[in-house]
């Protein structure tokens, strides 16, 4: 038997989410059928979170264990790209240590959400940007981006329908990202942001409810010591709405070194 380890891009725009689910076309599911034409059997394959319909990745990580692949991990990355569509890659493939698993082994993840600010709709931006209006207090967003870093409880951003044995997660990391001008006349295409946020763990719908927020602050709405009171209320309704999944990628997966894989 042997454990490997993939990291997988893909546009989740066609797809229902990572998860399997019936009579619907999911990423674990593209992986899974991949792996039937290679190996002759149903291998189950553990993403390190199941990324909702519509939600990108430029970095999941996935594990599987077959006793039916003899050549080297890389050939077995390049023959599943064959047999994935072209929303769907592996971009790198490695043997693993046996006990090795992709959810349980994880210490931490980085996702990113893109925006637009304004202009109008980008035939090619659409599918992987938030376009909201009325968003002008750049920096009332970035001083509250800091109001979430340290160890907090977030149950005012945990979405309805996945409840978890504690709410307190600690955010290392939530940054605002002014992106370079895009190259398109008078701006048509508005301003275009993005926010960072890298955690040891994330609650459902946490960093899309964390956006929600952020923009609301944006907007005028709310001033950045608002977010205090959202913490404190922890009420999902205190905070502001969902930020649709279309902005969303998981950027990154991390790893401790004594799991003996370091990419």
């Not at 039916?68 to 890389?74: F, K, L, M, P």
């Not at 072209?86 to 090795?100: G, K, Q, R, S, Y």
Request: proline share 5%.
């Amino acid at each position: 038997m042997r454990t490997f380890k993939i990291t997988v891009g893909y546009d989740g725009t066609d797809f229902a989410g990572w998860q399997i689910q019936p009579r619907q076309t999911t990423i674990q599911g593209m992986l899974e059928r991949a792996l039937v034409k290679l190996t002759g059997e149903r291998v189950p394959v553990t993403g390190s979170g199941r990324t909702d319909s519509g939600v990108h990745a430029l970095a999941q990580v996935a594990s599987f264990q077959t006793p039916n692949w003899r050549a080297s991990a890389a050939e077995l990355g390049r023959a599943m790209n064959v047999h994935l569509p072209a929303t769907i890659v592996v971009l790198h493939c490695a043997d693993a240590p046996d006990n090795f698993h992709a959810i349980r082994d994880a210490i931490g993840k980085r996702y990113r959400y893109q925006l637009q600010l304004g202009g109008i709709r980008s035939v090619f931006d659409f599918r992987y940007r938030w376009r909201v209006k009325g968003v002008t207090h750049l920096e009332a967003i970035e001083e509250a981006c800091g109001r979430f870093v340290g160890t907090k409880d977030f149950a005012s951003f945990q979405g309805a329908g996945s409840p978890r044995r504690t709410t307190i997660r600690t955010i290392k990391a939530c940054e605002f990202i002014r992106e370079l001008p895009s190259d398109m006349p008078l701006g048509l295409h508005g301003e275009r942001i993005s926010i960072e946020i890298e955690s040891d763990g994330f609650l459902y719908n946490m960093v899309r409810n964390i956006v929600g927020t952020l923009v609301e602050i944006g907007k005028g709405k709310q001033s950045p010591t608002w977010v205090d009171e959202v913490f404190v209320a922890k009420d999902r309704d205190a905070a502001g709405p969902t930020a649709p999944p279309q902005g969303l990628f998981l950027k990154r997966v991390d790893y401790p070194d004594s799991c003996g894989v370091s990419f």
